[in-house]
């Protein structure tokens, strides 16, 4: 195993570490506290088409007021055609209304984007179960077309060929579609009034993350608007920070730097300087379970805010390019790391695991 440096945070810095505030990492939206309870139940739908609030809610939810909120992040990007987001797998042979499925399976993004809740069900594509999507075109002025295709052999590989039109307006509104969880066999179009154009095999990857279309320079051209659902930002909920003595806070970089560690056979180590002015180091990423090293990425890093981001690839050319928050422990032994607040993870962080602990390394 790699030559470490050995280093522990002195309490010198942990109370440097003390001047910093949580805050949250680019401009992502904030959850709302509770006292510890369930979260307060939202109107119904039928009490939302009246404007009045259901006997059971503490406000009305605005539907039209959510959907403009998600539109409003899709206007300082021109390349975006829209946004779009993952609900979940359901069922064959379920037969519980989609709205409730909806609340059940998506509780915390129906509760901030009532909308999904609203939509009625001419724009519901599919056979009513399977991998669910919600697509939201940029604005009123895009247009949205939705195929059934199914993949044929022609040439040098399968391609996909349109069979029917389940859905097609010049003026599109959004629509949930349901997917064949075994392959993509929905094709959706989106052009917006400039005349960008976006062509989407709806997936996800397994840990929920959708694989987005790209243009030329490989930049998304839909918006993954899922993460209206996670917790975000300095508000959260009571008790979800990690357990001992006194407060974690987010450390510094003068904290982290040259210090490495440890989680099950994955060891990351955070060197600083020598990786010119926009970040704190260089950062590597390794996995050696035997003593000796099966997986390496190597690249960058620095704080931004309470988070982590890391700047990483690998000669298998898998690439990790995202912001986890984190917290360090009074001690500085231990650090709370999270999933990226965009769904993103990274190969120490089980599937379906949001968070985990990391151990200083001195050996």
């Known amino acids: 195993m790699k030559q470490t440096l050995k280093r522990r945070i002195c309490a010198a810095i942990l109370c440097h570490i003390l001047l910093f505030g949580l805050a949250g990492c680019g401009k992502a939206n904030k959850a709302k506290p509770n006292d510890g309870g369930d979260p307060p139940v939202k109107a119904s739908v039928d009490a939302l ?16 007021e959510s959907l403009a909120r998600v539109r409003g992040d899709l206007e300082y990007d021109g390349r975006l055609t829209g946004a779009a987001a993952y609900l ?47 697509i939201v075109p940029r604005d ?3 247009s949205l077309a939705v195929n059934h295709v199914t993949w044929q052999m022609m040439g040098n590989g399968l391609h996909p060929v349109a069979d029917e039109v389940l859905y097609r307006e010049e003026y599109a509104e959004p629509v949930l579609v349901f997917v064949n969880p075994e392959e993509p066999d929905r094709e959706v179009n989106l052009v917006t009034n400039d005349g960008v154009a976006a062509i989407w095999y709806p997936q996800e990857d397994g840990y ?27 508000d959260y909920p009571e008790g979800w920070e990690p357990s001992g003595d006194d407060w974690w806070w987010p450390p510094t970089e003068l904290g982290l730097a040259d210090t490495s560690w440890l989680c099950d056979s994955w060891v990351l180590e955070l060197r600083g300087g020598d990786a010119g002015p926009e970040y704190a180091g260089t950062a590597d990423l390794y996995y050696a379970p035997a003593g000796y090293i099966k997986q390496d990425y190597l690249g960058v890093w620095r704080m931004e805010d309470d988070c982590l981001y890391l700047k990483l690839s690998a000669d298998s050319g898998d690439e990790i390019d995202a912001s986890f928050p984190i917290l360090i422990s009074p001690s500085g032994e231990d650090l709370y790391f999270q999933r990226s607040r965009t769904g993103a993870g990274i190969p120490f962080l089980p599937d379906g695991t949001d968070s985990i602990g990391l151990l200083l390394y001195t050996g």
């Open 49 to 64: 088409k009246q404007g009045q609030p259901a006997a059971d809610s503490e406000e009305t939810v605005d539907g039209a």
């Open 88 to 134: 979940g797998l359901r069922e064959k042979g379920d037969q519980t209304e989609l709205t409730d499925w909806l609340r059940e399976n998506c509780a915390d993004l129906t509760s901030e984007l009532p909308f999904l809740l609203e939509i009625p069900s001419e724009r519901v594509l599919g056979a009513g179960y399977g991998k669910l999507f919600c």
């Open 140 to 142: 009123e002025n895009t």
């Open 208 to 234: 929920g993350n959708l694989i987005l279309p790209t243009d030329e320079a490989g930049a998304p051209m839909l918006y993954d608007f899922a993460i209206y659902g996670y917790t975000t930002g300095l």
